[in-house]
Structures are given as C-alpha cells and as structure tokens.
C-alpha cells in the first residue's frame, strides 16, 4: 500500500512560481507511474502532467505545457510539480497519483490511478 502526501501549494501572485511536492510512504514508488491532477471549484478533475516510472517519458496537458515540469526522485521516493508563470486559471486543489505499472503509455491522462493523495490548495492572485 502508498500512502501519497503533496506539499508546497500556497498562495502566488500571477507570473510567480511554486513547487509541488508529491511524498510516497510505505512502499517504494519507482515502479509507478505519477501523476498530477487539478480541480478547480465547481470544476471537475483534469490531468495536469505524467511520468512515466523511469522518468524517461513525460505528458502534459496543452495548458500547462512550457511552464511546468514533472519530475521524479527515486531515492526521495518523491515527485514534482515545478509550476512557473502561474496563471489565476491555474488555481485548484492539485493532487498526486501512482499507478503501479512498469509499462509506458500513449496517454497517461485516461490510466486508472491505484493511489491518491490527499491534494494541496494552489491559489494565484492576479
């Protein structure tokens, strides 16, 4: 079982930058896939950013692409979520994902996530 906790999220001015934190507890993650995911009040949950368990594959959603990064530690067990040049449209509560697959996918945005965390508020201010 993992256990996902995400940090970092807080309040930014537009422009601004921020660093997701996304914490796995219990059992390893490099054999996971991550993912980020976004949902806005009154809005439903969209997909932000994959990667893949090895790091060597990345997918963005349009929105973001340019402007934040996936990445992933292994020793840390953790993930990221380098957002810069946030936008107000980019406030949400962000959660983290894992799924627990070694293979590599063409859409990471439509997989079945096993594990979630508990999400962190992101609030940009214009």
């Known amino acids: 079982q993992v256990q996902l906790v995400e940090s970092g999220g807080g309040l930014v001015q537009a422009g601004g930058s921020l660093r997701l934190f996304c914490a796995a507890s219990?059992?390893?993650?490099?054999?996971?896939?991550i993912a980020w995911f976004r949902q806005a009040p009154g809005k439903e949950r969209e997909f932000v950013a994959a990667?893949?368990?090895?790091?060597?594959?990345?997918q963005y959603t349009d929105s973001v692409k340019g402007r934040f990064t996936i990445s992933r530690d292994g020793a840390k067990n953790t993930a990221y979520l380098q957002m810069n040049s946030v936008k107000p449209e980019d406030t949400a509560v962000y959660y983290c994902a894992a799924r627990r697959s070694t293979n590599y996918y063409s859409d990471y945005s439509r997989l079945m996530y096993d594990y979630w965390g508990q999400g962190t508020q992101v609030t940009v201010s214009s």
């Open positions: 990667i893949s368990w090895s790091g060597a594959t990345t």
């Open positions: 219990g059992r390893t993650i490099s054999d996971c896939a």
